[in-house]
Structure formats: structure tokens, C-alpha cells
T-cell receptor, first 116, second 116 residues
Framework: AQTVTQSQPEMSVQEAETVTLSCTYD???????LFWYKQPPSRQMILVIRQEAYKQQNATENRFSVNFQKAAKSFSLKISDSQLGDAAMYFCAYGGRRGGADGLTFGKGTHLIIQP | GAVVSQHPSRVICKSGTSVKIECRSLDFQATTMFWYRQFPKQSLMLMATSNEGSKATYEQGVEKDKFLINHASLTLSTLTVTSAHPEDSSFYICSARGSHGGNEQFFGPGTRLTVL
């Protein structure tokens, strides 16, 4: 079974600064997807960024980028120029590649606080 | 695009009654839908996977007779909590995966169930 570990229950960063959220995972599969989801107080899950394991290039979406280290099974999220609207719970998630038939395995989440 | 709705958004019921939660994909056909449960300040836990026209697959530890899932069409899945008890109180979130691949799941806004 796959596991996802987020070792930072809470992180705090000053507005406009950069913050990195950590995520490690364990799997025996060679092909899979990794995700970062944001969950604001509304509880709506919002996809931040996605990485396909077979792609060596790190995914980037505007101010959000990942550092994907496949051998180390590490998938960290970097948020640049932090904004007040970035404050939320962030979940790292693993998805298998069985034709998309698998549900996602989530980490326990990191509560991100943005200090004005 | 890729909008998933859930109804109701919150429900309060008496112990022993059954509650049905609907999950609809509004602008795409969902070949697979997933049901997650989230306890306060905790992560999402996959409960079951449903494919249109077939029986749901439940995760280990999830009582299939308590949590009935019906995926009657490509745009609708329902979760019925039968004979609900206070320990079933939780936040239930559905997600849907379209036929486009990529393992991306689109999440509904969730349903808060409170059993008195």
C-alpha cells in the first residue's frame, strides 16, 4: 500500500516570502501521479499542481513549483511571493496509474499561515 | 469546466435514520467517482470507488452495508449512510474522474453530516 507523509503540521511565512512544504511517499510502483491540493476554510479541494512520475521535469504553475525527487520519493511544494489568499491546508496526494481507477492517498496536511 | 456538485451541503439527522448524499458531475461524464471521509482537522480517507453500472469497491475497514453507494449514471453517484449513529458524523467529499485520463480528480464541495 502507498503512504504519504507530510512532516510539517504547520508552517508560517511572511507575505511575499517563499515557503516550501515537504512531502515524502512510499510506493512500489514505477508509474504514478503526485498532487498538491489546497483546502481553504470553505473545505473545497483545489488542485494546485500535478506531477507525472515518468516526467523528469518539475511541474510549475505560476507561483507554485515542485521539487520532485523520484529516487528519494520526495515531492515538495514551493510557493513563491506568498499571498494572503494562499493561507489554507495543503495536502500532498498520491495517485496510482491503474487507468485512473485508484482513489488518492493523502498526507495528513500542512496548515499554511501567511503573516501580513 | 469540470464542476462537481454535492447535495445537501449539510444535513442533521437523528440516530437510526438513513441519509442520502448526491454527487453530480455537471459538465462532464464521470467514469469513476470516489467517496472520501474527512474528520475535523484530519486528512481525507478514501472510503470507496464506484464505476458507473457496477458495484462499488470499498476500502478495508469500511462497512459496505452501512455506506451504500450507487453509481446509476455517468453523472450521478449517491452515498447512503444507513442507520446513522453519532460516530458517522463527519465531512463527506466526493470526487469524479472523467474519461480524459491523467488521474486528475475533481472534487465536490463536501457534505457535513451531523447525527444527533
Amino acid at each position: 500500500a502507498q503512504t504519504v507523509t507530510q512532516s510539517q503540521p504547520e508552517m508560517s511565512v511572511q507575505e511575499a516570502e517563499t515557503v516550501t512544504l515537504s512531502c515524502t511517499y512510499d510506493t512500489s510502483e514505477s508509474d504514478y501521479y503526485l498532487f498538491w491540493y489546497k483546502q481553504p476554510p470553505s473545505r473545497q479541494m483545489i488542485l494546485v499542481i500535478r506531477q507525472e512520475a515518468y516526467k523528469q521535469q518539475n511541474a510549475t504553475e505560476n507561483r507554485f513549483s515542485v521539487n520532485f525527487q523520484k529516487a528519494a520519493k520526495s515531492f515538495s511544494l514551493k510557493i513563491s511571493d506568498s499571498q494572503l489568499g494562499d493561507a489554507a491546508m495543503y495536502f500532498c496526494a498520491y495517485g496510482g496509474r491503474r487507468g485512473g481507477a485508484d482513489g488518492l492517498t493523502f498526507g495528513k496536511g500542512t496548515h499554511l499561515i501567511i503573516q501580513p | 469546466g469540470a464542476v462537481v456538485s454535492q447535495h445537501p451541503s449539510r444535513v442533521i439527522c437523528k440516530s437510526g435514520t438513513s441519509v442520502k448524499i448526491e454527487c453530480r458531475s455537471l459538465d462532464f461524464q464521470a467514469t469513476t467517482m470516489f467517496w472520501y471521509r474527512q474528520f475535523p482537522k484530519q486528512s481525507l480517507m478514501l472510503m470507496a470507488t464506484s464505476n458507473e453500472g457496477s458495484k462499488a469497491t470499498y476500502e478495508q475497514g469500511v462497512e459496505k452495508d452501512k455506506f451504500l453507494i450507487n453509481h446509476a449514471s455517468l453523472t450521478l453517484s449517491t452515498l447512503t449512510v444507513t442507520s446513522a449513529h453519532p460516530e458517522d458524523s463527519s465531512f463527506y467529499i466526493c470526487s469524479a474522474r472523467g474519461s480524459h485520463g491523467g488521474n486528475e480528480q475533481f472534487f465536490g464541495p463536501g457534505t457535513r453530516l451531523t447525527v444527533l
